[in-house]
């Protein structure tokens, strides 16, 4: 009797797991009343001549297919089916490309339909419509300089106008991309864009273009007309002495933990190498946001009484103990007066950093608007603030020996774009006006 009860009890919780799996299967599966979720590319309104369209897809129990058609007037054309059969994802991502030529569309407005559909027993499905514009013109560039004068290391500027609003826009050189800056010149819409010149351009044909696209991702591109200039770099042997390793490295190892119980050579290969790319990429990244408009006038102001110890472009060899230890690349003019001398802002702009920076030691950048920043290095003590406004000739701290410096001496850069180019160039009146006040049609901004 009592083995039969145990049989009865055996078969009745077997049959109940069968019924509570089947359920759950059911409930939790099969019958799932949740519908996917669609996600698509942000901001989606228009198709260029080539796009592709980004779909996030997920559903807790698992996707099963999904699709894309677009309708224009009465017709409606199929541009992707996906089936998700080898396993029962929950989410994915799908690239669709979308050709509107190949497709016949022509231009003006769509609908752009996705659907997905899950894998329980009732195959739950949402749809997505979305109204796009369909674009297939390019934007149109009309340069405003026929005539360009570039030097290798310095400053290039061009202006232009564009035949319908862009997503972006910029000067691309080689693999560089400078943003432009809309303003208005001779009051029409134009876009103004600084860049720099590859110090080898002397010596190589440079890719130098104006780039447009559009926010149907349509791309247009002309080609900069320019004469390349004469210009050489020096370079230079330095001899890196014990006195100086004693001096400096100290400095470095109390500030970056990671140096600490290394010897003082080995200090300074990693400063005047891996600090020095971090410190450049920093200066980079600071330099990405920019007054949008010219806070600048006139030529800037160079140190007074200032006698120049390196200048923009130096390459240097570095060696100890006739080894060479290291290289490097002055981006800046290094100028030397009496010790703790008055450091005066060169033109008017925005402070947008203050504080150490590695191999430049207490530093000072400022915004000039439209992408033009000067930076100020090796200070001993710094009399500003981030976010003050200053004006040419405003004292914003004292020269010094901070960071990779030998001597009481300022270093001094200008970056447009976020890349450094030759000061000297913006010391000169002549280059000013004739370079960039010209081009911009003086006082249009």
Same mark, same amino acid.
């Given at each position: 009797?009592?083995?039969?009860?145990?049989?009865?009890?055996?078969?009745?919780?077997?049959?109940?797991?069968?019924?509570?799996?089947?359920?759950?299967?059911?409930?939790?599966?099969?019958?799932?009343?949740?519908?996917?979720?669609?996600?698509?590319?942000?901001?989606?309104?228009?198709?260029?001549?080539?796009?592709?369209?980004?779909?996030?897809?997920?559903?807790?129990?698992?996707?099963?297919?999904?699709?894309?058609?677009?309708?224009?007037?009465?017709?409606?054309?199929?541009?992707?089916?996906?089936?998700?059969?080898?396993?029962?994802?929950?989410?994915?991502?799908?690239?669709?490309?979308?050709?509107?030529?190949?497709?016949?569309?022509?231009?003006?407005?769509?609908?752009?339909?996705?659907?997905?559909?899950?894998?329980?027993?009732?195959?739950?499905?949402?749809?997505?419509?979305?109204?796009?514009?369909?674009?297939?013109?390019?934007?149109?560039?009309?340069?405003?300089?026929?005539?360009?004068?570039?030097?290798?290391?310095?400053?290039?500027?061009?202006?232009?106008?564009?035949?319908?609003?862009?997503?972006?826009?910029?000067?691309?050189?080689?693999?560089?991309?400078?943003?432009?800056?809309?303003?208005?010149?001779?009051?029409?819409?134009?876009?103004?864009?600084?860049?720099?010149?590859?110090?080898?351009?002397?010596?190589?044909?440079?890719?130098?273009?104006?780039?447009?696209?559009?926010?149907?991702?349509?791309?247009?591109?002309?080609?900069?007309?320019?004469?390349?200039?004469?210009?050489?770099?020096?370079?230079?042997?330095?001899?890196?002495?014990?006195?100086?390793?004693?001096?400096?490295?100290?400095?470095?190892?109390?500030?970056?933990?990671?140096?600490?119980?290394?010897?003082?050579?080995?200090?300074?290969?990693?400063?005047?190498?891996?600090?020095?790319?971090?410190?450049?990429?920093?200066?980079?990244?600071?330099?990405?946001?920019?007054?949008?408009?010219?806070?600048?006038?006139?030529?800037?102001?160079?140190?007074?009484?200032?006698?120049?110890?390196?200048?923009?472009?130096?390459?240097?060899?570095?060696?100890?103990?006739?080894?060479?230890?290291?290289?490097?690349?002055?981006?800046?003019?290094?100028?030397?007066?009496?010790?703790?001398?008055?450091?005066?802002?060169?033109?008017?702009?925005?402070?947008?950093?203050?504080?150490?920076?590695?191999?430049?030691?207490?530093?000072?950048?400022?915004?000039?608007?439209?992408?033009?920043?000067?930076?100020?290095?090796?200070?001993?003590?710094?009399?500003?603030?981030?976010?003050?406004?200053?004006?040419? #000739?405003?004292?914003? #701290?004292?020269?010094?020996?901070?960071?990779?410096?030998?001597?009481?001496?300022?270093?001094?850069?200008?970056?447009?774009? #976020?890349?450094?180019?030759?000061?000297?160039?913006?010391?000169?009146?002549?280059?000013?006006?004739?370079?960039?006040?010209?081009?911009?049609?003086? #006082?249009?901004?």
């Amino acid at each position: 009797m009592q083995k039969k009860s145990s049989l009865f009890w055996i078969s009745l919780i077997s049959a109940v797991a069968v019924v509570a799996g089947g359920l759950f299967w059911f409930f939790g599966t099969a019958g799932e009343w949740q519908k996917p979720e669609i996600r698509l590319s942000k901001d989606l309104r228009s198709l260029g001549q080539q796009g592709v369209l980004t779909l996030e897809l997920r559903d807790n129990r698992g996707l099963s297919a999904a699709s894309v058609r677009i309708t224009q007037g009465s017709l409606t054309l199929p541009i992707a089916s996906v089936r998700f059969d080898d396993k029962p994802l929950r989410q994915r991502t799908v690239n669709v490309p979308i050709d509107p030529l190949a497709l016949k569309l022509r231009e003006g407005s769509a609908v752009l339909t996705v659907s997905a559909s899950d894998r329980s027993l009732w195959n739950n499905t949402t749809v997505v419509t979305r109204p796009v514009t369909i674009e297939l013109s390019p934007p149109q560039i009309f340069p405003n300089n026929p005539v360009n004068i570039f030097f290798p290391g310095g400053a290039g500027v061009v202006t232009y106008r564009l035949s319908k609003p862009v997503a972006r826009t910029g000067v691309q050189v080689d693999q560089a991309f400078f943003p432009a800056h809309p303003v208005l010149i001779a009051g029409q819409a134009s876009y103004v864009c600084y860049f720099a010149i590859p110090m080898d351009a002397q010596e190589r044909l440079v890719d130098m273009r104006i780039t447009a696209r559009d926010a149907a991702g349509n791309n247009a591109a002309s080609a900069i007309p320019r004469t390349m200039k004469s210009r050489k770099f020096r370079s230079d042997k330095m001899a890196v002495s014990d006195a100086f390793l004693q001096q400096k490295m100290p400095e470095f190892q109390s500030a970056i933990p990671a140096l600490r119980g290394k010897t003082a050579i080995e200090v300074f290969r990693y400063v005047n190498g891996a600090l020095r790319l971090e410190n450049e990429q920093t200066i980079r990244d600071l330099c990405r946001k920019t007054q949008p408009r010219a806070l600048w006038e006139g030529p800037f102001l160079r140190m007074k009484n200032a006698s120049p110890m390196a200048l923009f472009g130096d390459r240097r060899t570095w060696e100890y103990q006739g080894q060479v230890v290291g290289q490097s690349l002055h981006l800046g003019e290094d100028l030397a007066s009496l010790n703790n001398s008055a450091i005066e802002v060169a033109n008017n702009g925005v402070v947008v950093f203050t504080g150490p920076l590695g191999i430049y030691g207490n530093a000072v950048l400022i915004d000039h608007g439209l992408g033009l920043f000067s930076l100020y290095g090796h200070l001993s003590a710094i009399d500003a603030r981030v976010g003050q406004a200053v004006q040419r #000739g405003d004292v914003i #701290g004292r020269s010094g020996t901070t960071g990779l410096a030998g001597g009481d001496h300022l270093h001094f850069s200008i970056l447009v774009g #976020g890349q450094f180019v030759d000061p000297r160039e913006w010391w000169d009146p002549h280059w000013i006006e004739d370079d960039v006040m010209k081009k911009l049609q003086a #006082g249009s901004l």
